[in-house]
């Protein structure tokens, strides 16, 4: 029987009524649009921390070039 589990409780998913299911859908939903959007931060961030260390590196250089 598959089970879930809500503030340390385990429920078996079997017992549920139809609205119950539908709650259960709608959560396991945007726990998967969540889990997406931490997954596309994370390219975000790496792609930030690139452009941050191309930037230093023109800015060092043109210090350089400055002096």
């Known amino acids: 029987m598959p089970k879930i589990t809500?503030?340390?409780t385990d429920y078996h998913t079997?017992?549920?009524n139809d609205n119950g299911k539908a709650q259960?859908?709608?959560l396991q939903f945007l726990?998967?649009?969540m889990q997406k959007l931490r997954n596309e931060i994370t390219v975000f961030e790496t792609a930030r921390q690139t452009y941050?260390?191309?930037l230093?590196?023109?800015l060092n250089q043109s210090q350089s070039e400055d002096t």
Request: glycine fraction near 6%; charged fraction near 35%.
């Open 6 to 8: 809500v503030d340390g």
């Open 14 to 16: 079997e017992d549920l």
């Open 24 to 26: 259960l859908a709608s």
């Open 31 to 33: 726990e998967a649009q």
């Open 52 to 54: 941050v260390n191309s």
């Open 56 to 58: 230093k590196a023109e």
